[in-house]
């Protein structure tokens, strides 16, 4: 995933992409269901390693998710070079959040029989913490792989923050939360309301980088 150098138009036919495979991928798992090879995959699976999947769970809970955010306008008040990266990527987890809410009522695909620890009442599709992992730890992994920190630092940061998103998914099908298309919805509809708001960065300061970074480290 390169940042640097895409217009807004380019990021804006991203968004609309990916959005429309959401949108097909959620009219097909609510008119014919699961596939039959992903449920022989999903339930081998179900219930392994448990207490660390509902851990794993928790990174995507209010509880963890606000005082990160806090966190991070702490240090938005001391490093203004990434002022911009780190309001983006609290809109962008804001947006993931409601938005996958709002298209699991508009979906309603129910969830899977089988659960582990909390049975989940909500609606299945798309997973709001697969579209949270993706929009916001995805997006920092992101954010630091392309920003002006050490090769070192920025190549291990967006590493663990990659792992630590796919971990999230993994723990959903652990728990039972979820199918696999689920995640793959909520990554789909992450991916598009990533792009679209790089695009309206993009569109406003030019780039999601500070001024005063070397250009082959900006962000954008």
């Keep these: ?18 959005f429309g495979l959401f949108a097909l991928l959620g009219n097909l798992v609510t008119s014919h269901g699961e596939p039959l090879a992903f449920l022989a995959w999903e339930g081998s699976l179900l219930n392994h390693s448990t207490l660390v999947a509902w851990w794993l769970t928790w990174a995507c809970y ?29 809109f962008t987890l804001l947006l993931c959040w409601r938005g996958a809410d709002f298209f ?13 620890v909390k049975h989940e009442t909500t609606f299945s599709y798309p997973s709001s913490h697969a579209a949270i992992a993706v929009g916001f730890y995805g997006l920092w992994g992101a954010l630091f792989y392309f920003s002006e920190l050490p090769r070192r630092v920025r190549m291990v940061a967006a590493t663990l923050l990659a792992m630590f998103a796919l971990a999230i998914c993994w723990a959903r099908l652990a728990l039972g939360a979820h199918y696999l298309t689920d995640l793959i919805g909520g990554a ?26 070397p250009k082959e480290n900006r962000a954008v």
């Design 1 to 18: 995933m390169t940042i640097r150098g895409h217009a807004p138009a380019t990021w804006v036919a991203g968004a609309l992409a990916s």
């Design 62 to 90: 209010a509880q963890v998710l606000i005082p990160v955010c806090i966190a991070l306008f702490i240090i938005a008040a001391l490093l203004p070079a990434w002022r911009v990266r780190i309001a983006m990527s609290v």
């Design 104 to 116: 699991q009522h508009y979906f309603a695909r129910l969830r899977p029989g089988d659960w582990v």
């Design 188 to 213: 789909l509809l992450a991916a598009a309301v990533v792009c679209a708001t790089v695009a309206l960065v993009t569109a406003v300061f030019g780039r999601v980088a500070g001024p005063d970074y």
